[in-house]
């Protein structure tokens, strides 16, 4: 049988490449449907974390050890992650090793705190000699201590890292959609706050056994108004991301523009006067972000009816802010004014810390001790009927208690959180809509960061879960994404 001239029959080698594309499309496709579609073990994960971001938002507002919201949460914590070892199939620990090395080491270093010391090497730490007098006063000798001034501080400080290793297994096997559905929740769960919120500042009371609530303040279901803020803040980051996560539509557009308001709003109404500056810098870094849908969107609008919508924007928010001051709402701008000819208090402490950590290095105090360790260098122009049971800022409070080792761990938290932020805004094929998550979350820990310097949101158990999960966010859809294409790559 004669062949056509210039005819050829596939060569051995052409199969075997043609098959071995063929199984690495078939493992793209598989790849990109396990990505996808949940199993049991996504499933239960899904269900149970947003039990356990329900039970936050109920009870996990306050950051006092005394409060009764810790016993819950923490009981929950450690029922949840029972339920999770025993009916679990599987956890995807690659999903969340680095948030969860860096959840270990802080583990680690509180638990080291803890461990007694022999009285040659405690009596040698800086800082201790006033506690030695009270073995030679008594006559007795030097006992064994743990490098910890105070031992039950640190062991509520330990105890609270609960919190975030049961966000972090439960999010470590969910699916991508799953990821967007619990950022979805945790916006509704900022919007119940916030309803919450505007019936407080109408001048209703609601006294929550589970925290140590301040009557008469705008501060939603925390204890703290600027942690309030930061959750109002957060919310505004993740309406714009969920407005941009599909095709843009109208009535989206117009709902994400009402929570911006209302987020806005109330955030003057708290009183909180860092919140505003971390609310601005929340919208501004989210509209930067997302930018490029943005511009889609405005190029889909006709020219004249971008020009009255973003006329009417402006508008409203200038009007709403006007009311804001004509009626006496902005309660934040009216603190910061009032205390123009005055001094901030924390302001007032921050050198005195300072000093302390100073006085305290290389060991640092042990984590949970500011309390008693400050009173004993409270000078006595600042001796008030309230005091100050932490520095109101968490970059100086670490460097106080945690010493060099805190510092180590607080630089190496910051060095993986750039890291893991340029792949998620830079280059330019970073504006795909897998990423809106990941930059949100980057924008996420960047406002607990800011709002850091003046407070303490990261050790309120709500704060610090929302923590936890922008680091999965902020991970999790770049590895998916970047398995899920490796394969497409090889066929090309």
């Known amino acids: 049988m004669t062949r056509p001239r210039g005819s050829r029959l596939p060569s051995f080698a052409t199969a075997i490449r043609f098959a071995r594309r063929s199984e690495l499309a078939i493992r793209a496709r598989m790849s990109r449907h396990s990505a996808a579609a949940p199993d049991r073990a996504s499933t239960l994960s899904f269900w149970l974390l947003i039990a356990f971001l329900a039970i936050l938002w109920i009870a996990g507002g306050a950051s006092r050890a005394d409060v009764l919201g810790q016993s819950v ?26 948030p969860a090395i860096i959840l270990g080491a802080a583990a680690l270093l509180v638990a080291l705190q803890l461990v007694p010391l022999p009285p040659a090497i405690w009596t040698e730490l800086p800082g201790r000699a006033i506690f030695m007098e009270a073995a030679v006063l008594t006559g007795t000798e030097q006992p064994w201590r743990p490098l910890s001034i105070s031992p039950s501080g640190t062991t509520n400080a330990l105890a609270s890292l609960i919190v975030p290793a049961t966000v972090l297994l439960l999010a470590a096997n969910l699916t991508r959609d799953q990821h967007w559905r619990i950022a979805i929740f945790v916006l509704g769960l900022v919007g119940a706050g916030a309803v919450l919120g505007v019936l407080q500042f109408s001048g209703a009371n609601f006294d929550n056994p589970l925290i140590n609530t301040v009557t008469g303040a705008v501060a939603g279901n925390f204890a703290n108004r600027n942690h309030f803020a930061l959750f109002l803040a957060i919310g505004c980051v993740l309406a714009l991301a969920w407005a941009f996560r599909d095709d843009p539509a109208l009535w989206k557009g117009g709902a994400t523009f009402g929570l911006l308001a209302f987020f806005g709003l109330l955030i003057l109404a708290t009183g909180s006067r860092s919140g505003v500056l971390v609310g601005l810098a929340g919208i501004a870094l989210a509209f930067f972000a997302f930018r490029a849908q943005a511009t889609l969107v405005i190029k889909a609008l006709r020219r004249k009816v971008a020009v009255v919508l973003g006329v009417s924007i402006f508008c409203a928010t200038i009007a709403v802010v006007w009311l804001s001051f004509s009626f006496g709402r902005a309660t934040s701008v009216d603190r910061a004014t009032m205390l123009q000819d005055e001094v901030d208090p924390r302001l007032e402490i921050w050198p005195i810390v300072l000093n302390m950590a100073q006085h305290y290095f290389p060991v640092g105090t042990g984590f949970g001790s500011f309390d008693p360790v400050f009173r004993i260098s409270e000078p006595d122009r600042l001796l008030i009927p309230q005091y100050f049971n932490l520095a109101h800022n968490d970059w100086l ?56 310097i003046t407070d303490y949101p990261s050790r309120t158990p709500f704060i610090m879960g929302v923590i936890a999960l922008a680091a999965v966010w902020l991970v999790k859809p770049q590895s998916t994404e970047a398995v899920s294409r490796k394969p497409m790559s090889a066929t090309s």
């Open 73 to 98: 949460v923490r009981f929950s914590a450690w029922s949840i992650i029972v339920v999770a070892i025993l009916a679990l199939p599987r956890v995807d620990w690659r999903a969340i090793k680095e």
């Open 397 to 452: 409070q670490i460097f106080l208690e945690g010493g060099v080792f805190g510092l180590a761990l607080l630089t190496a938290s910051l060095i993986w959180w750039v890291l893991r932020s340029i792949p998620a805004w830079y280059p330019a094929r970073a504006q795909s809509k897998t990423r809106l998550l990941s930059r949100a979350a980057s924008i996420t820990l960047a406002l607990a960061l800011l709002a850091s």
